[in-house]
């Protein structure tokens, strides 16, 4: 079984920044892609940043690129999301996921693992 535990979530102004951390024990960090979503009240989760397992492979979706970073340290069984020039639309619960295999995995349905979720609010 595969733990995962969101961190770096809180209230910031519009403009501002944050980087969310998600740990993951119980089974080879390394064998998992990783991915970023997030989901805001009254509307369905959406994928924003995913990962492939070695760190190479990257995608974002169209709202977060350029401002959003996704990151992985497997020697420290860690996912992170950099966010950068957070608008109040960006406000959402942040969840990371993780799925094994050697692709990069964009879907909410091709993850196997959740973390519990991290509240981001962007004041405007």
């Known amino acids: 079984q595969v733990q995962l535990l969101e961190s770096g979530g809180g209230l910031v102004q519009a403009g501002g920044s944050l980087r969310l951390s998600c740990v993951v024990s119980?089974?080879?960090?390394?064998?998992?892609?990783m991915g970023w979503f997030r989901q805001a009240p009254g509307k369905e989760r959406e994928s924003i940043a995913v990962?492939?397992?070695?760190?190479?492979?990257?995608y974002y979706t169209d709202s977060v690129k350029g401002r959003f970073t996704i990151t992985r340290d497997n020697a420290e069984n860690t996912l992170y999301l950099q966010m950068g020039s957070l608008k109040p639309e960006d406000t959402a619960v942040y969840y990371c996921?993780?799925?094994?295999?050697?692709?990069?995995?964009?879907?909410?349905?091709?993850?196997?693992?959740w973390g519990q979720g991290t509240q981001v609010t962007v004041s405007s």
């Open positions: 996921a993780a799925r094994a295999g050697p692709k990069i995995y964009y879907l909410a349905h091709e993850y196997e693992y």
């Open positions: 119980g089974r080879t960090f390394s064998n998992y892609g």
């Open positions: 990962i492939s397992r070695t760190g190479i492979s990257t």
